[in-house]
């Protein structure tokens, strides 16, 4: 079982408010990834790490942001939040510790609301 | 480009029956890794079993095995003795072997109802 963590699991707010989506893992690994998900749709790369201070932009464009300034800290920030955004952000994360360096472990997930 | 698709948006079963589930993909790759997660209601994504590219032999994990044909580009998902925890959503996901930054491929999914 993997030790992945996401805050807030839920979370409804108003148009034009900044957010913060934080996710946390404790085994150590070197690359973690943000992906998102429409209600019974298939997940959409948003953003990866391979380390600290390394983020990229993944396949599907996205108006957030990442930072990684500690290897088990991957943060993603949306600077003025639309219903568009509306959806979930599911994180996860892959490295030597805790099974394959390629097979990907993910967190609960946000489910997030703009109204 | 890879791609991978899942044909059964929806699919149930009797418990204690076996149902597969179907996964194609498309790429130029000769090594690759292939997944299979399942998503319950509760929405976290847990791995159910794994297959590398380059081995011939399915794998297998306890009541869930695959069906994998690398010259058809399928890899199919058997469950066996079907429980009523194993109703949840499953995705076919597709990683490259090198150069594709561990990044993952996901198919629709296929929404799975296992009926008592």
């Known amino acids: 079982e993997a030790d992945i963590y996401q805050t807030p699991r839920y979370l409804v707010i108003g148009t034009g408010k900044k957010i913060t989506l934080e996710c946390s893992q404790t085994m150590g690994h070197d690359k973690m990834y943000w992906y998102q998900q429409d209600p019974g749709m298939e997940l959409h790369l948003i953003h990866y790490s391979y380390g600290v201070n390394s983020t990229e932009k993944g396949d599907l464009s996205s108006e957030s942001t990442v930072s990684r300034i500690r290897t088990e800290h991957f943060p993603l920030t949306l600077e003025s939040a639309r219903p568009s955004h509306t959806s979930q952000y599911l994180c996860?994360?892959?490295?030597?510790?805790?099974?394959?360096?390629?097979?990907?472990?993910f967190g609960p997930g946000t489910r997030l609301t703009v109204l | 480009a890879q791609t991978v698709t899942q044909s059964q948006p929806e699919m149930s079963v009797q418990e204690a029956e076996t149902v597969t589930l179907s996964c194609t993909y498309d790429?130029?790759?000769?090594?690759?890794?292939l997944f299979w997660y399942k998503q319950p209601p509760s929405r976290q994504m847990i791995l159910v079993i794994r297959?590398?590219?380059?081995?011939?032999q399915n794998a297998t994990e306890n009541r869930f095995s695959v069906n994998f044909q690398k010259a058809a580009k399928s890899f199919s998902l058997k469950i066996s003795d079907s429980q009523l925890g194993d109703t949840a959503m499953y995705f076919c996901a597709f990683m490259k072997h090198r150069g594709g930054g561990g990044k993952l491929i996901f198919g629709q999914g296929t929404e799975l109802s296992v009926k008592p």
């Open positions: 790429t130029s790759e000769n090594n690759y890794y």
């Open positions: 996860a994360s892959s490295g030597l510790q805790g099974g394959s360096t390629d097979t990907q472990y």
């Open positions: 297959q590398e590219a380059y081995k011939q």
